[in-house]
């Protein structure tokens, strides 16, 4: 375990050097959703956090926030959100701001099912497309780190029937386009995570 975070430590690090860097936002999806105490399991339609706004795909009625702790499910002692009925999930800004996607933490989907494979596609201003698969194993969360191409992204797609996050980072570029390369902020970030679920 010591190993695996010196390297996602030394891994956010070199990424942090290569990326010019606005505004940075760490969604925690600890604030439930208008109605829901913090320690009850919903499946909700949306949610929106820091402005970016999550919601389902092909008509589904939606996801799980998870507020309560469950011997079944994941626990990392904070909320997050995972799939209901097995369905993807898209988040983007509510008003439409350009982001890169730098970083989350993945887990497994629950114990039945602790080792899953979650695939990621992002949508660029550019009309590209950009894809990766993460392999997840047991349903500890860990931080995934992602690279300098996921940047002026319109939205991300989780397109695995299952997936379960936490602790998303993104960044938004400054309206000017002055930018500033900050090296600590993956880093921070990825060291805030693995002592917060201590």
Partial sequence: MRVVRLILLFSGLFL????????????????????ISSNQTFVVPSFSEGG???????GLPGFV???GDSPFWPTDGTPYLHAAAGGPLMFSFEDGSLFSL????????????PNITVDFIGHRRDGYTITESVQVEGVTFTPHVFDSRWSILTSVEIASPEWV????????PEPSGASMVFAAIVTS????????KK
């Fill in 16 to 35: 942090a050097l290569g990326l010019c860097l606005g505004g940075n936002i760490h969604i925690t999806f600890d604030r439930p959703p208008d109605g």
């Fill in 52 to 58: 970016m706004g999550f919601r389902s795909t092909h």
């Fill in 65 to 67: 926030w998870r507020g």
């Fill in 102 to 113: 730098n970083g989350i933490s993945l887990a497994g989907y629950s114990s039945a099912h």
């Fill in 165 to 172: 996050i936490d602790d998303l980072l993104v960044t938004v």
């Fill in 189 to 196: 970030w990825v060291a805030r995570v693995i002592r917060r």
